[in-house]
């Protein structure tokens, strides 16, 4: 994609998320976008940091880091990994990344403690709450997140921002806003359960949601194909 394609898409971006939080009586500040980068090549990710991106989110951890390589020399890009992670790349997303979108698991969460170097600021994390209750589908069920949000308050290294969910592809609006509500009904009341903890992060909405995402509350919307480009059918 030419560098004015990847400008002008994330222009247009900028305007359907403003668009969308004035529809929804919200400040204009209330939400922002995190360009899913993820098998768009660095070039691309520079293009869009010329443009004044600066949050980016990854999926596939090496391409991650040889993107982070490549892009070395612009110190201010806050790296998010989305996805389910996996014991053996802790460290990496540790040692590399600013946020996680997608832990629900306590291992998981004290191997990212455990490995944080104690030079970097906390690493902020988003729990991934499992909103279908599908046993095939990633993220911790609603009746244990209490206890997994208490026990990753207690550890050093990470800061729990906040919620996270992929629900199920929905071209039907009401539908989209009935799944984010479930997330936003749950970070709310995770808030009051934990008014200490300064949770302030809903992560949810995607290139085909993003409506019905900032509707329900979303503070973090990632946009990939509304950005970047259409890309092989695998999600976003």
């Not at 890009?77 to 996996?86: K, R, T, V, Y």
Request: charged share 25%; aromatic share 6%; glycine share 6%.
């Amino acid at each position: 994609m030419p560098e004015a394609s990847v400008s002008k898409s994330l222009s247009s971006a900028r305007e359907r998320l403003q668009a969308a939080l004035s529809a929804a009586g919200r400040p204009d500040d209330a939400a922002r976008l995190l360009a899913v980068s993820k098998t768009k090549p660095a070039d691309m990710l520079r293009q869009a940091y010329l443009a004044g991106q600066r949050a980016f989110g990854e999926n596939y951890l090496q391409e991650a880091l040889e993107k982070r390589q490549a892009l070395a020399d612009l110190d201010d890009i806050e790296w998010h990994f989305i996805g389910a992670l996996q014991s053996n790349k802790t460290r990496d997303v540790a040692e590399h990344f600013d946020w996680v979108h997608g832990v629900d698991r306590e291992k998981i969460a004290r191997r990212l403690s455990e490995q944080r170097p104690v030079e970097l600021e906390a690493i902020n994390v988003c729990l991934q709450l499992n909103i279908s209750g599908e046993s095939s589908k990633s993220g911790v069920a609603l009746a244990d997140l209490p206890a997994l949000a208490e026990t990753l308050l207690s550890l050093p290294g990470i800061r729990l921002r906040g919620l996270m969910a992929l629900p199920a592809p929905s071209d039907d609006f009401r539908q989209q806003r009935h799944a984010f509500r479930q997330l936003a009904t749950a970070f709310a009341e995770l808030q009051e359960r934990f008014p200490e903890a300064r949770l302030d992060t809903l992560s949810m909405g995607m290139s085909g949601d993003l409506e019905a995402a900032i509707a329900e509350g979303a503070t973090i919307v990632r946009l990939g194909t509304a950005i970047f480009g259409s890309r092989p059918p695998s999600g976003e």
